[in-house]
């Protein structure tokens, strides 16, 4: 599973004169819980100015810790659950619900289902993979997600020679108002390319201060050594992942949100480097998601080597409704196949 080959980045769409690149490649090989205690903001859209805060209740500790245990499956190395990280500040999702998402953007249908699909039956698919995953694992209620490109590497230079390209501000509030149909929340993701996450994340901070929106970075796209995009695989270090969650964790603060969930993209090792200077917070729960693509033996191997020896706090998986069936057996791990893995994901991505 250790080799890896890198695959041309050729799925671009055309915008505005701009073709953006398409996410994600990999290695050809590689009875109900009690949520009382977890006051979510699945149907919150209120604004995050408004005078009146929703009151969110403390976390059952006793309950957290349970369900954590029960994600590390039985593992018995050490690894998980993940030791020594902060309980944390009311209104957690994780680990009380598993969160399935669709990801993509709007502008194209090569990026992922969000944008492959009219509305109403993308909401629709979505609305039955929810259905997949509560009934493979009855103990853990789903948390239905949008997962939305915000910032897309693309493969011209763009006037800043950035080569990353910020979607319009209404195509995210057309994002919000899908998931608002779907008492789902929202995930804006970035791919900085030649810029970086410091200077990408506070542009969405408008929305960040939503109780219904969290973040997701991309280190495939991530090119710090001024490499274009998608020639290689880029990376983030553990600095730029603890200055996304101090971000983040200074909004929950200073609004009185609920913790912000930070996805971060993996299938490589390089891609996420220094991995133990990652630093927990109560504020924000944070995602190590295995991002590749493949047939299945492929993806457990990714899984085995980089997800599951660094443990950071949950981890996730990503689903290929494509990609996943390029190669023999032309298989889509089922939800039932997943729930083997040790750690057990708890945020589920569909492409």
Known sequence: ???????AFSSTVLLSSLFLLSNCTENSKAGKV?????????????????TTKPAYQPVDKALYDSLNKRLANGDTTGHWPVKNQPY???G???????IVAFYGNLFSKKMGILGELPPKEMLAKLKTEVKNWEKADPKTPVQPALHYIAVVAQGDGGKDGKFRYRMPFKQIDTVLSLAKKSNAIVFLDV????SNIRSELPQLEKYLIMPQVHFGMDPEFSMKDGSKPGRKIGTYDAADVNYASEYLAGLVKKYNLPPKILIVHRFTRKMVTNYKNIKLRPEVQVVIDMDGWGEPDLKLGTYRNHIFPEPVQFTGFKLFYKNDLKKAPHHMLTPQEVLKYKPQPIYIQYQ
């Open 88 to 90: 944390p500040v009311p």
């Open 1 to 7: 599973m250790s080799n890896f080959k890198a695959f």
């Open 92 to 98: 957690a999702i994780l680990p009380f619900k598993r």
């Open 191 to 194: 791919q900085v390319a030649l």
């Open 34 to 50: 009690s949520t009382s205690t977890t006051t979510t903001t699945t149907a919150s859209t209120t604004s995050a100015t408004d």
